[in-house]
């Protein structure tokens, strides 16, 4: 994944949102990486134009799934890349593998309980996500496909 530092003037093209933008990035995976997550994808959304809605969602989607790269592997860092196509926003994060042995999945009855609730939002905010391993090495990508609506709509 490429790495972007400029957010704010990715996916523009003649003062409209380009056909199909998107960015990547690496962070450490530390807690503290979360928040910066966060903050960046705000950032990107908000220059290409998304409406608030969505923004909130992929915010909470993207914190989600970094924070269980970050838990449930020995990852060093976590990508995270975003991409628009049509109506939809596709969100992957990608780990370097390592403690969790089988695909991450929602726990049964995880809304009440701390593990699993995570991946239960997921579920319920994205129209459908799923998990692959990632062709550049031993880890794997989380992926989630959210509806996107700009704020001009």
Not at 129 to 150: E, I, K, M, N, Q
Request: proline residues 5%; glycine residues 10%; contains cysteine.
């Amino acid at each position: 994944m490429a790495s972007s530092n400029n957010a704010s003037s990715l996916g523009r093209c003649g003062g409209s949102v380009a056909e199909h933008p998107q960015d990547a990035f690496h962070l450490p995976a530390r807690r503290t990486s979360v928040p910066e997550a966060r903050r960046r994808v705000t950032a990107l959304l908000r220059a290409w134009g998304a409406c608030q809605q969505v923004r909130d969602d992929v915010e909470l989607v993207v914190s989600e799934l970094f924070t269980n790269a970050i838990r449930h592997t020995d990852s060093e860092k976590v990508g995270c890349e975003l991409r628009l196509a049509g109506a939809h926003i596709r969100i992957e994060i990608t780990d370097q593998g390592g403690a969790q042995a089988s695909a991450p999945h929602a726990q049964p009855g995880s809304v009440d309980k701390e593990c699993g609730r995570g991946l239960f939002l997921v579920g319920a905010l994205s129209d459908s996500w799923g998990t692959r391993h990632d062709a550049a090495g031993p880890g794997r990508v989380v992926w989630a496909d959210l509806p996107y609506t700009s704020a001009a709509h």
